[in-house]
């Protein structure tokens, strides 16, 4: 399976950005993977070429392999394949190649390859979190957009029907008031609230499809 980094951005340190150029944590990470395959490389001359044993060094190859797989996934496997290969020949030098030389190669190989399987996950995991993050907020706005726009839709409506209440209020105030006048009037304005409630409850039910968490219960009362 191919290794690939789905969030280079979010990553700690970070392998690279879309453009393919190398962020300074990766720059970070190639000089810490190098410094500890130099000393992994020079243990195994040191230790097992000149001084004839292969125990107890090889611990600190694992600390290599582990950052490895957890900064580049599958693409550890060449540095674990890299020590397997020293492993081999410089037992094949010492002339100590035995059953524990090919189980510490293969628990080379094993570690690396689960430390970058469970990385790789890990990280996938959180691009598919950050991906539904973004895509609710862009919902979100989408949606705050809407709600505005309406809003501002119906503030004059409601300032007009506001108004002619007011004027309606002043005719039956006055001395002689023409009450036909004002049933018209009046007749005219639940028009006009009628049409405002309309629009609202138009405005509920785009909600109400837009938003599947609503409780049932809830999407009938705005939809009434």
């Known amino acids: 399976m191919e290794s690939v ?3 280079t ?3 700690e340190g970070g392998s690279s950005d879309p453009s393919g150029e190398a962020l300074p944590g990766a720059t ?3 000089w810490i993977l190098g410094l500890l395959g130099a000393i ?3 243990l195994e001359i040191g230790v097992h070429l000149f001084l004839r044993t292969a125990i107890g060094y090889t611990h600190i190859f694992y600390v ?3 950052l490895a797989g957890v900064w580049y996934y599958q693409k550890a496997l060449v540095v674990a394949a890299a020590l397997v290969a020293a492993t081999f020949l410089t037992s094949g030098i010492v002339g100590d190649f035995t059953w524990a030389t090919l189980l510490r190669a293969a628990m080379f190989l094993v570690v690396t390859w689960i430390v970058a399987k469970i990385s790789e996950e890990r990280d996938r995991a959180k691009a598919e979190i950050l991906d539904q993050k973004a895509a609710i907020e862009e919902k979100h706005s989408a949606l705050v957009g809407y709600l505005a726009e309406v809003a501002l839709r119906m503030k004059n409506p409601i ?4 108004d002619n209440m007011a004027a309606i209020r002043l005719q039956l105030e006055s001395e002689d008031p023409d009450l036909e006048a004002v049933k018209m009037d009046l007749s005219v304005q639940i028009t006009h609230a009628d049409q405002i409630m309309a629009n609202f409850r138009e405005l509920n039910q785009a909600i109400v499809e837009e938003r599947d968490e609503i409780p049932l219960a809830y999407r009938d009362f ?3």
């Open 5 to 7: 980094n789905p969030v």
């Open 9 to 11: 951005v979010e990553r």
């Open 28 to 30: 970070h990470q190639i």
């Open 40 to 42: 992994c490389i020079a």
């Open 64 to 66: 290599l392999l582990v």
């Open 159 to 162: 300032h007009l029907l506001r």
């Open 222 to 224: 705005l939809t009434r």
